[in-house]
């Protein structure tokens, strides 16, 4: 899979949800640096560890300041959605 352009959370009062998705032994450190340029930009996050699978991690960015941010790890798999309400 081939590095995308950064699903970088937009201001929106965290309507915008991003996913990112990365296995391996140096999922958390990518994913945690990815997460701390989200936060700069104003976005809430979390990290997830898998029950289910060792070294699965879910990356998951609510709002944010629009902009080019960094690119998605090589390998992840990511997804974008917005909050429709309850």
Do not use: H
């Not at 950064?6 to 640096?33: I, K, Y």
Request: no cysteine; glycine share 10%; charged share 20%.
């Amino acid at each position: 899979m081939t590095s995308s352009p950064s699903p970088s959370p937009s201001r929106d009062d965290g309507a915008s949800v991003r996913f990112v998705e990365l296995a391996g032994t140096d999922a958390t450190r990518v994913l945690r640096a990815l997460a701390a340029d989200w936060r700069a930009a104003g976005a809430a996050v979390e990290l997830l560890a898998s029950t289910d699978q060792p070294d699965l991690w879910l990356l998951v960015a609510r709002g944010g300041d629009p902009g080019a941010g960094p690119a998605a790890p090589t390998g992840a798999r990511v997804w974008r959605f917005r909050s429709v309400g309850p």
